[in-house]
């Protein structure tokens, strides 16, 4: 009988908390939170750890740094889950019969089964796991989030394999116009008229970097960070941005947009494809829990 070897070492501590980097393509997700009867990036990945876990209950669940929209790719998407010390031990437990063999890291066994879980879907990679800090988490601990999104407009030279991460715009765009509107936009703002109203949440945010470019095929890229987005509010922004460099909007206006009539009027809000999380970027470890303090802390611009 093939029966599992004890583990040598030192015992599991009460919880182990695990990082997850991982990218994906949007395009057939119905965004990141798990929602019923629907594919999305959280339910699949949590089935995996499902998987990989068994009988172990309960299985983990995934805390994100920002939830993305169905169609919403991410490159650089971070989230953390919870091992209690059985399913910990379960991962890196060599099996009699197998040699020698050292046992394997936890975050390395990690990966590997949960990538091998999820081989059958090309369109989700876990690029790595990382054994974290409890502090650490992945969203209130973010200092902040970069976003890229692309726009092909008719000065462009329009790649059919770029299509399902590039925005195609019928018209002409100034870049300089978007550019300086965008340079309008970084600070810190009450962005009410470009988030979608949740009830209880604030729309304060500060933007940190927000820049229009052309690649060397004349795609437009936009690169914006901030330690923290509003539902919609990037694909927002740029819509914004888009409405200046059409000649239909003043760059000095996009800061005090009036929340009633802007999404409705003035600019639309640009579609799920052209946009992909970059990365995000966190504090060292000791700094950790004062990070998830203070971005639990509401909001709030600044009296003058």
Same mark, same amino acid.
């Given at each position: ?70 169609? %919403? ?18 991962? %890196? ?37 990382? %054994? ?56 810190l703002h009450d962005f009410a008229a470009y988030c979608k109203p949740r009830p209880g949440a604030t729309t304060i945010r500060t933007l ?19 330690? !923290? ?14 409405? %200046? ?54 909001? !709030?611009?600044?009296v003058l």
């Amino acid at each position: 009988m093939n029966l599992p070897a004890p583990r040598i070492g030192p015992p599991w501590p009460a919880t182990t908390r695990i990082r997850l980097d991982i990218a994906y393509d949007g395009t057939d997700f119905a965004g990141w939170a798990r929602q019923p009867g629907f594919r999305t990036v959280q339910g699949q990945v949590e089935a995996g750890l499902a998987t990989i876990l068994q009988k172990y209950l309960p299985h983990p669940t995934l805390i994100v740094a920002g939830r993305t929209d169905a169609g %919403v790719h991410a490159r650089g998407q971070v989230a953390h889950f919870d091992l209690t010390p059985e399913q910990a031990d379960s991962l %890196v437990r060599v099996k009699r019969g197998t040699g020698d063999r050292p046992p394997i890291p936890l975050a390395v066994a990690v990966q590997r089964r949960l990538s091998g879980v999820l081989v059958t879907q090309p369109d989700i990679v876990v690029r790595s796991a990382i %054994v974290v800090p409890t502090s650490f988490d992945a969203r209130f601990s973010a200092l902040w989030r970069r976003y890229e999104y692309r726009i092909s407009d008719l000065y462009a030279l329009r790649d059919p394999q770029q299509r399902l991460r590039t925005t195609w715009h019928p018209g002409k765009l100034d870049v300089d116009l978007m550019d300086a509107g965008a340079a309008n936009l970084v600070g810190l703002h009450d962005f009410a008229a470009y988030c979608k109203p949740r009830p209880g949440a604030t729309t304060i945010r500060t933007l940190q970097d927000f820049r229009w470019r052309r690649d060397e095929e004349g795609v437009l890229i936009a690169t914006l960070t901030a330690d !923290a987005f509003c539902h919609s509010m990037v694909r927002a922004l740029v819509g914004a941005c888009v409405a %200046v460099g059409e000649g239909k909007l003043d760059a000095a206006r996009l800061v005090n947009l009036n929340i009633e009539r802007s999404r409705i009027v003035e600019f639309k809000v640009m579609p799920a494809e052209g946009l992909t999380l970059l990365d995000v970027g966190y504090p060292e470890d000791a700094e950790l829990a004062i990070r998830a303090v203070e971005t639990r802390n509401r909001r !709030a611009l600044p009296v003058l």
